[in-house]
């Protein structure tokens, strides 16, 4: 069984959460670099098939190894590409992008909404993990038309990681600014007493304090939670 670092196995635990039937679908990892992920899907009999994309010739060519190495060669592609570009999405899949810039995932959803269209973009599952940006994603996410399934976090090697499942509904609506800094889920499981968010949102309210002399948006997020913390 392939084995994860503590961030890809929170990543990899959104993707079993999304899947109604073990075998049954197919998971896309964008940014795959060795595969890891895609491998751990297949090892574990998750998925029935996997593609890995990346923009790189090189790190494409090591999870294209790794997955024929570990007798994947006819259940697994590998793209070349940027982002999701000459990837037909379909019903049932589980699209991953993780470890990117905010930014950058912003960018490849909006160009896979465009290319695929709404109804099927509406039988997609996203699992995503930005690196940084997180209040720009969630905004987007729900002015686009994304609805929260879950989001997690996780404490790796000293850094701190989030994780969304999102999918598609196409109606938008609005975020409050400690909705989109904190997590609109993510703030659920700190009102229940979940240890590792309240952990995560310490190590938030640090950032912030600081953040919050030049921007906005994380101002009114860290007044509005130290408000709601007083009730």
């Known amino acids: 069984m392939q084995e994860l670092t503590v961030r890809l196995e929170m990543v990899y635990e959104q993707v079993r959460s999304a899947v109604s039937e073990p075998?049954?679908?197919?998971?896309?990892?964008?940014?795959?670099?060795?595969?890891?992920?895609?491998?751990?899907?297949?090892?574990?009999?998750l998925v029935s098939s996997a593609v890995c994309t990346e923009i790189h010739k090189a790190p494409a060519k090591r999870s294209e190894t790794a997955l024929i190495l570990a007798g994947y060669k006819e259940r697994s592609e590998v793209f070349v590409t940027d982002?999701?570009?000459?990837?037909?999405?379909?019903?049932?899949?589980?699209?991953?992008?993780?470890?990117?810039?905010?930014?950058?995932?912003?960018?490849?959803?909006?160009?896979?909404?465009?290319?695929?269209?709404?109804?099927?973009?509406?039988?997609?599952?996203?699992?995503?993990?930005?690196?940084?940006?997180?209040?720009?994603?969630?905004?987007?996410?729900?002015?686009?038309?994304?609805?929260?399934?879950?989001?997690?976090?996780c404490c790796d090697r000293d850094i701190f990681y989030n994780c969304m499942r999102v999918t598609y509904k196409g109606e938008s609506y609005s975020?409050?600014?400690e909705e989109a800094c904190y997590g609109p889920v993510l703030l659920e499981r700190y009102n229940e007493g979940?240890?590792?968010?309240?952990?995560?949102?310490?190590?938030?309210?640090?950032?912030?304090?600081?953040?919050?002399?030049?921007?906005?948006?994380?101002?009114?997020?860290?007044?509005?939670?130290?408000?709601?913390?007083r009730k």
């Open 23 to 45: 075998g049954s679908t197919r998971v896309i990892d964008v940014g795959s670099d060795h595969g890891y992920l895609a491998l751990r899907c297949l090892d574990s009999s």
């Open 83 to 153: 982002g999701l570009n000459g990837v037909p999405l379909k019903e049932g899949d589980i699209v991953v992008i993780a470890g990117m810039g905010g930014l950058n995932i912003i960018d490849i959803v909006t160009r896979a909404l465009k290319d695929n269209g709404s109804e099927v973009m509406k039988k997609v599952t996203f699992v995503l993990q930005p690196q940084k940006s997180n209040d720009t994603v969630r905004k987007f996410l729900a002015e686009t038309g994304f609805t929260y399934q879950d989001e997690s976090v």
């Open 175 to 177: 975020l409050t600014d």
């Open 194 to 229: 979940d240890k590792e968010v309240i952990a995560y949102f310490a190590h938030l309210d640090d950032i912030f304090e600081i953040r919050q002399r030049s921007n906005p948006v994380v101002k009114s997020a860290l007044e509005a939670r130290k408000k709601n913390e």
